[in-house]
């Protein structure tokens, strides 16, 4: 399996014949048309115009982060996005969340508390070695955590030895 | 959309009017401006988000990068900004204790910081 695929397989597991999915190379211009996909599928699922730019601001803010660490630990390798709409209460009417899943390849980049977002916990990191990220940097990415649990209740943020995710979700309506 | 930046000293301040989104892309753009007018010895500067559409953390840490850069001179950083969605960004980060923020920039350039 190539590195691309993998990073799909991250995230594919869970996706429905809805989703959509964007694949990107961690350069922070992308960011912006996460952004509006998001807001755009959002709107088309039913998740309520008020949420939408929260929808908007915790999508950039999970590429944000991801693009940060892709770029400093696996510049290679696409960031992914999962857009979908699911039955998460299994209730048969038809999907209840929108759900997003931003995930990323760096292993061990969820932060302790003073840690420094984002900063790889994982041993024997080259890059981490040559490519520290500055005292700003690592304002930046605490604040980009603090903007998303501050801002999203259903947010669950994991790390493993293949990489992280990010997942949001929100409520449906009339979907 | 690009990120929109003027300039203007007015009443002993430096006004920033920023317009379009402030986010990974755009911000370091913000970030050197706010770098060259404390070069510039430009201590006491008004950001106007007013035109903002979209503000991310990186934003943030730019601004307060620039609050740290001119409290470095004894200087202030003040913004000016109505809007409920970016209001909401400074709130949920505590931001809103570390920025004195005014309704207008009238009222801006007449406070006392």
Known sequence: ?175 | MDLKLETRDENGRTIVKVGGEIDVYTAPKLREQLVELVGAGKYHLIVDMEDVDFLDSTGLGVLVGGLKRVRAHDGSLRLVCTQERILKIFRITGLTKVFPISDSVEQAVTAVD
Do not use: N
């Open chain 1, 1 to 175: 399996m190539d590195a691309q695929s993998s990073a799909v397989g991250t995230v594919a597991k869970t996706e429905s014949a809805t989703a959509v999915l964007l694949r990107f190379t961690p350069q922070p211009e992308h960011v912006r048309t996460a952004r509006l996909v998001a807001v755009a599928h959002a709107r088309r699922v039913g998740v309520e115009a008020g949420l939408l730019d929260e929808v908007r601001l915790a999508v950039g803010e999970a590429c944000s982060r991801a693009v940060g660490l892709h770029q400093r630990h696996c510049p290679g390798e696409p960031v992914v996005v999962v857009l979908d709409a699911v039955d998460e209460s299994d209730s048969a009417s038809g999907a209840d969340r929108f759900v997003v899943t931003v995930a990323d390849k760096v292993s061990g980049a969820v932060p302790g508390p003073r840690d420094g977002a984002g900063a790889p916990v994982a041993d024997g990191d080259a890059e981490a070695a040559t490519g520290e990220p500055d005292e700003e940097e690592l304002d930046d990415a605490e604040m980009g955590l603090a903007v998303l649990t501050g801002l999203v209740d259903d947010l669950d943020i994991t790390s493993g030895p293949d990489g992280g995710s990010v997942r949001m979700g929100w409520p449906v309506k009339d979907f």
